[in-house]
């Protein structure tokens, strides 16, 4: 099959900042050779997402149909498609093109296409005209190159947010050769972090998670972490400096990176994987006392993306959800910024 007739889908969106998302029907292009088009089933709610739609990150684009964490099953597929067969579980993450032709591209590290990467949503996509509509539908196209492969032993539901959740904790832990030994502390435990207590636990490495919520010390334990620290006071981390190698701050909050920067051991790094809103104060003398760093990283290209679909499938490996329906998205929204989930709102695409 080369072409399929141009489809009607049918989502939700946001017509504007303000008010909330709302039923929507709108077209998918025709499949191109290299195109694979599928109907979702699940379709996970990031914070990001949230952020987005309320248009806290700067101007966006309006119809919006959010969504980067989605999962399903192929229904048709381009003349030219040797990646996927009809039948196939597939998921495609945050990003669903990019310039294919520089070095990070080459690399298979397309996140940080020297052009920049095209977004699932809010953005346009490569013509520059048409408006990306994101996973909150019933339907989906893309190319095959950005479209991964999920095990068959894994719950669709739980592997929906490991698209973005997932890898973006994934690809650090991997780029900083986390393994048996390896001492790492993870800075809050909601949807990004309870994946990198998975990951780093599933790898062999002492798991501290860093909370001000004593309540999810429980799940902390059951996630695969050996301690559970409770960040209130001036001197929760005494006892802890200079204890570990890596700190994953996955916290979006403004927060004081100085307590957080004195665990690290020499040489450690922390690695800034949530986003707040305004930039942080660092010392410098923190930083010099141990040869310390600070990182950034966000999401992973196409190869680690099924690299990590790969592992979860050998671990067993999903992240905790709770499935809502599509008219739920609203309320979960509110739920999410409260941090009233464990750990992530996944939309059954069904409900559409």
Same mark, same amino acid.
């Given at each position: 099959?080369? +072409? ?6 049918? %989502? ?29 089933? @699940?379709?996970?709610?990031? $914070?990001?997402?949230? $952020? ?15 969504? $980067? &964490? ?12 040797? +990646? ?22 080459? @690399?298979?590290? &397309?996140?940080?296409?020297?052009? /920049? ?17 994101? %996973? ?9 190159? @950005? ?18 959740? /997932?890898?973006?904790? @994934? ?7 986390? /393994? ?13 972090? $309870? ?11 002492e798991v501290t998670v860093l909370s001000h919520s004593p309540a999810k010390e429980k799940d902390a334990i059951a996630m695969g ?7 209130? *006071?001036?001197?929760?981390?005494? &006892? ?11 916290? !979006?909050? &403004? ?18 994987? %949530? ?14 006392? *141990? ?5 950034? !990283? ?17 671990k067993d490996i999903v992240s905790d959800v709770e499935v809502i329906r599509a008219d739920y998205i609203n309320e979960a929204y ?15 695409g069904k409900t559409f």
């Amino acid at each position: 099959m080369s +072409k399929s007739l141009t489809r009607s889908v049918r %989502g939700y969106a946001a017509l504007d900042p303000n008010s909330g998302l709302a039923p929507y029907e709108f077209s998918r292009r025709e499949l191109n050779d290299d195109d694979i088009g599928f109907e979702i089933l @699940y379709s996970g709610i990031c $914070h990001s997402d949230i $952020h987005q739609v309320r248009q806290e990150w700067g101007p966006a684009l309006y119809p919006m149909v959010p969504g $980067h &964490e989605i999962v399903g099953v192929v229904t048709e597929i381009g003349a030219a498609v040797r +990646k996927f067969k009809v039948g196939d579980r597939i998921g495609v993450g945050v990003f669903i093109d990019s310039c294919r032709k520089c070095r990070n591209c080459n @690399y298979g590290l &397309e996140q940080y296409c020297a052009e /920049g990467m095209t977004g699932t949503y809010n953005a346009l996509e490569r013509d520059g005209k048409t408006i990306a509509f994101g %996973g909150y539908s019933n339907y989906f196209v893309a190319n095959e190159r @950005y479209a991964v492969t999920v095990p068959n032993n894994l719950d669709l539901a739980g592997v929906a947010p490991l698209l973005c959740a /997932g890898i973006t904790l @994934y690809s650090p832990i991997r780029y900083w050769k986390v /393994g048996k030994g390896s001492r790492v502390a993870v800075m809050g435990l909601g949807g990004l972090g $309870h994946m990198g207590v998975k990951f780093a636990a599933a790898l062999g490495a002492e798991v501290t998670v860093l909370s001000h919520s004593p309540a999810k010390e429980k799940d902390a334990i059951a996630m695969g972490a050996t301690r559970f620290i409770h960040t209130k *006071g001036d001197d929760w981390n005494k &006892e802890l400096k200079k204890g570990f190698d890596l700190v994953l701050n996955t916290i !979006s909050a &403004e927060i004081d990176l100085e307590p957080y920067l004195q665990l690290l051991d020499t040489n450690g790094t922390l690695v800034v994987i %949530g986003l707040p809103g305004k930039p942080y104060a660092i010392s410098a003398g923190t930083l010099l006392d *141990g040869r310390r760093s600070v990182a950034g !990283s966000m999401i992973g290209g196409m190869p680690e993306v099924q690299e990590m679909l790969n592992f979860c499938g050998e671990k067993d490996i999903v992240s905790d959800v709770e499935v809502i329906r599509a008219d739920y998205i609203n309320e979960a929204y509110e739920r999410t910024v409260a941090s009233d989930v464990k750990y992530r709102f996944v939309i059954d695409g069904k409900t559409f």
